[in-house]
C-alpha cells in the first residue's frame, strides 16, 4: 500500500504538471506513463495474492508442500530422483546452474520435470474439502521466488561481511553476483531491517581506518546498484545511514567503473520523489556535476540521468544551478557530448531564473542556434528553442543576435512551420517579439 500511495503521489504531481502547464515537455509524459504502468502491475499482483495468504496460514500435509519453498504445491513435478517440487522452485533451482536434486543430494540423471497428477489430485481435493480455491500456477511462478536454502545462503554472506578481509571480499563478490543473476536475492534485502547495514558496514570501517580497497568497494558499490533496481527496495536503502554519503564518495574517489555504477545507484533510487528530496539534500548533485565535467564516456549517460531525475523537482534545480550544473552541461554541449540528454537537462533548468541569466552571461545563443540548424532531432529543436525563448525574454539585449540568425539562416521561421507543436509555439512567440521590435524601430 505504501508503494501504491507513493506512486499515486507521483502519477498526480506528473499530470498535473501536463494539464497546467501549456510548455510540458515530452519527457513528463513518458514518466506518467511509467508511473502508470507500475501502478497497474502493482494493482495486479495485489489480486493474485489473497488465496496465497491464506493457504499459507493451514497445516497441510507435509507432502503436499514443496521441500524448497515448504509452501502448498500448485504445480507438483517430479524430478529424477523420483522427489517431488513445486515447478517454480525446482526451474530456479537448475537455473541457476544446480544438478542434484535439493532432498537427496544426488546427481540427476536428466532435467526433465514431469508432472505429479496424483499429488496434484490430492492436493486439489484437500482444497476443495475445506473451500478453498486453488490458485492457478502461472499466477505462482516468480522469479522472486525464495526458498529456504537462499535465505539460509543470504544470511551466511551477510555475516561475512562482518568478518575478516577475505571473507568480506568473496561475500561482496558473491552478492554483486546473485543480485545481479536472481531477483529473488534482491527481495531478500528488503526483509531484513538491517540487512543493507551489514552490506555497507565493510566500507564504512574502511572509511574509519583510512583505506578503502577498491575491489571490495566496487563489490559493495554494485551490490546496492542491484538491489536498488528492485522497486520495494528503493526507499529503504536511501533512508539506510551512511547508504548516500558512501555513494557520495564512490562518485569523489573510485575508480570509474565504480564512479559509473554509484552514479546508476542514484538515478535508480531517484525515481522515487522522497528519494529525490533525500538525495538532494545530501549534496549529491555536486560530485554529479564533477564527474560529467570530467567527461569520462563510460560514466556520462549514468550520471545525466540521474541529474535529469534528481531536478524533476525545484529545490533540486537550484542545488544543481548553484553547483554548477549550467556552465559544465553548456561545454559539454558546445564539444557535442551527449547533446540529447544534456539538452533535456539544460531544458529543464531553463524554468529557473539564476540559469538562464547565467545561460545568457555564458553565450548560450550560438551554440543553441546551431543545434537548431544542424541536428536531425526534433526534441532537440525543441528543447532548444525554448531555452532561447526564455533567454531572451529575461534578457532584451539578446533579440539582436535572434534577429541576426533569423535574416542569415531563417532557423526560427523553418522551426515555426516545421518543428513540434511546442517548438512551434515558442519559435512563433520569438518570432512576433522580433516584427514588433522592428516595427517600434521604424515607427521611431
Known amino acids: 500500500m505504501a508503494k501504491a ?39 495486479l499482483r495485489g489480486k493474485r495474492s489473497p488465496s496465497l495468504k491464506l493457504l499459507e496460514t493451514l497445516a497441510c ?16 513435478v517430479i524430478v529424477a530422483t523420483g522427489q517431488t517440487y513445486e515447478r517454480a522452485f525446482i526451474q530456479k533451482w537448475l537455473k541457476t546452474g544446480n544438478r542434484t536434486c535439493p532432498v537427496t543430494q544426488h546427481v540427476l540423471s536428466h532435467t526433465i520435470l514431469t508432472p505429479n497428477y496424483l499429488i496434484r ?20 511462478v516468480s522469479e522472486e521466488a525464495v526458498t529456504e536454502s537462499d535465505r539460509e545462503h543470504f544470511l551466511s554472506l551477510l555475516e561475512k561481511m562482518s568478518s575478516t ?57 554494485t551490490t546496492l546498484l542491484n538491489l536498488s533496481i528492485h522497486d520495494n527496495n528503493k526507499k529503504l536503502v536511501a533512508e539506510t545511514p551512511t547508504a548516500i554519503s558512501l555513494l557520495m564518495e564512490a562518485l569523489r574517489s573510485g575508480t570509474i567503473e565504480i564512479r559509473t555504477n554509484a552514479a546508476a ?49 525545484s529545490e533540486n534545480k537550484a542545488r544543481a544551478v548553484r553547483d554548477g550544473a549550467v556552465r559544465v552541461i553548456l561545454k559539454k554541449i558546445t564539444d557535442r557530448m551527449l547533446v540529447d540528454e544534456l539538452l533535456a537537462i539544460l531544458a529543464m533548468l531553463s524554468s529557473h531564473q539564476k540559469a538562464i541569466e547565467e545561460m545568457g552571461e555564458l553565450g548560450a545563443i550560438p551554440c543553441l542556434l546551431s543545434i537548431i540548424r544542424e541536428s536531425p532531432c526534433a526534441r532537440n529543436k525543441e528543447n532548444c ?25 531563417r532557423t526560427i521561421s ?29 515607427t521611431s
Request: hydrophobic fraction near 40%.
Open 5 to 43: 500511495t507513493e506512486l499515486k503521489r507521483e502519477l498526480q504531481r506528473l499530470v498535473r504538471a501536463i494539464v497546467d502547464d501549456e510548455d510540458y515537455s515530452v519527457e513528463t509524459i513518458d514518466w506518467a506513463k511509467e508511473k502508470l504502468c507500475a501502478l497497474k502491475e502493482l494493482k
Open 61 to 76: 500435509p507435509e507432502e503436499f508442500r514443496c521441500p524448497l519453498s515448504k509452501e502448498l504445491m500448485r504445480d507438483p
Open 121 to 140: 489430485g490430492m492436493i486439489s481435493q484437500w482444497c476443495k474439502s475445506r473451500g478453498i480455491e486453488l490458485s492457478d500456477p502461472v499466477y505462482h
Open 165 to 221: 578481509l577475505s571473507e568480506q571480499k568473496q561475500a561482496a563478490r558473491e552478492l554483486r553476483l546473485l543480485t545481479k543473476r536472481m531477483p529473488s536475492f534482491r527481495a531478500l534485502f528488503g526483509e531484513s531491517f538491517d540487512a543493507i547495514l551489514l552490506l555497507l558496514n565493510p566500507l564504512s570501517e574502511s572509511r574509519l581506518q583510512n583505506g578503502i580497497h577498491s575491489d571490495l568497494q566496487e563489490d559493495v558499490i
Open 265 to 313: 545507484a542514484l538515478f535508480t533510487l531517484s525515481a522515487l520523489d522522497s528519494n529525490k528530496v533525500l538525495i538532494g539534500t545530501s549534496g549529491a548533485l555536486k560530485p554529479l556535476i564533477d564527474l560529467l565535467a570530467e567527461g569520462h564516456p563510460k560514466a556520462m549517460k549514468d550520471v545525466a540521468s540521474a541529474i535529469f531525475t534528481l531536478c524533476m523537482i
Open 385 to 409: 528553442i525554448a531555452i532561447l525563448h526564455s533567454i531572451c525574454l529575461n534578457d532584451r539585449t539578446k533579440w539582436k543576435e535572434m534577429r541576426e540568425e533569423e535574416n542569415t539562416h
Open 414 to 442: 523553418d522551426l515555426a512551420e516545421n518543428g513540434t507543436s511546442r517548438a512551434k509555439r515558442k519559435a512563433s512567440g520569438i518570432l512576433e517579439r522580433l516584427n514588433r521590435i522592428v516595427n517600434i524601430v521604424h
